[in-house]
């Protein structure tokens, strides 16, 4: 039989994270919606976006507001200057003070990052 550690067995608060250690907090959603192409074409995809935020930060807080941030896009049309996925990632980490986030195309294996230095 493990020993468990105090944490999980009488649900005090697990010890403190080491020092040295870069710590961030991720939520994901998924984001469907139409763009033109750089033919001009309307088309759609499914967008699996995930946003980080620096430190620990409440993760139900952070999904609720990402979720609400990609509903006025959600099922309809990313203008131009949102197109790419380099563009959509940028202008989420602007609004919503991230520190990195991923817009992928995963059935199409198409990825795309921005981060803050």
């Not at 994270?17 to 907090?25: A, C, D, E, K």
């Not at 994901?28 to 699996?48: F, K, P």
Request: charged share 20%; glycine share 10%.
């Amino acid at each position: 039989m493990t020993r468990r550690s105090t944490s999980e067995t009488d649900g005090q608060a697990a010890a403190p994270m080491p020092t040295g250690l870069r710590v961030s907090t991720g939520v994901g959603a998924v984001l469907c919606a139409a763009h033109r192409d750089q033919n001009g074409s309307l088309h759609g995809h499914t967008w699996e976006i995930i946003a980080w935020w620096a430190g620990a930060p409440n993760a139900g807080e952070k999904r609720a507001q990402l979720n609400l941030y990609l509903s006025c896009f959600d099922h309809g049309f990313l203008p131009d200057s949102l197109a790419w996925g380099e563009h959509l990632a940028a202008r989420i980490a602007q609004d919503l003070g991230c520190i990195r986030v991923d817009v992928n195309r995963p059935l199409e294996r198409i990825y795309a990052r921005v981060e803050f230095a």
